[in-house]
Nanobody, 124 residues
Framework: QLVESGGGLVQPGGSLRLSCKVS????????IGWFRQAPGKEREGISC????????HYADSIKGRFTVSRDIAKNTVYLQMNNLRPEDTGIYFC???????????????????WGQGTQVTVSS
């Protein structure tokens, strides 16, 4: 099971940190991805942290602004979002068993588990 939290309303240029709490399996040995869905748009993959956590793949739209990290002791993966823009508004999901192609427009069919999502709104 995956449970996201940390969403909210923030002004442009602000920051948020989202959490993806993993239960039932270990985040240490799973590739956890972050995805988002803007209003009226398809879901897009924005990051994928490899199972060994030695490789982080990021979509071009968030590169340099968002950072993914993992706390093994808490079995939680984080998405630190800085310099937020109105176009970052959407529902953010985490998913297990991501792959690098998912942040390049590839299919999400291999995602084994999805969280319920958390809303992020960037607006002044």
């Amino acid at each position: 099971q995956l449970v996201e939290s940390g969403g909210g309303l923030v002004q442009p240029g602000g920051s948020l940190r989202l959490s993806c709490k993993v239960s039932g399996f270990s985040a240490e040995w799973s590739a956890i991805g972050w995805f988002r869905q803007a209003p009226g748009k398809e879901r897009e993959g924005i990051s994928c942290l490899s199972a060994t956590a030695d490789v982080n793949h990021y979509a071009d739209s968030i590169k340099g602004r968002f950072t993914v990290s993992r706390d093994i002791a808490k079995n939680t993966v984080y998405l630190q979002m800085n310099n937020l823009r109105p176009e970052d508004t959407g529902i953010y999901f985490c998913g297990a068993d991501c792959s690098s192609n998912m942040v390049r427009g590839g299919s999400f069919e291999d995602i084994e588990y999805w969280g319920q999502g958390t809303q992020v709104t960037v607006s002044s």
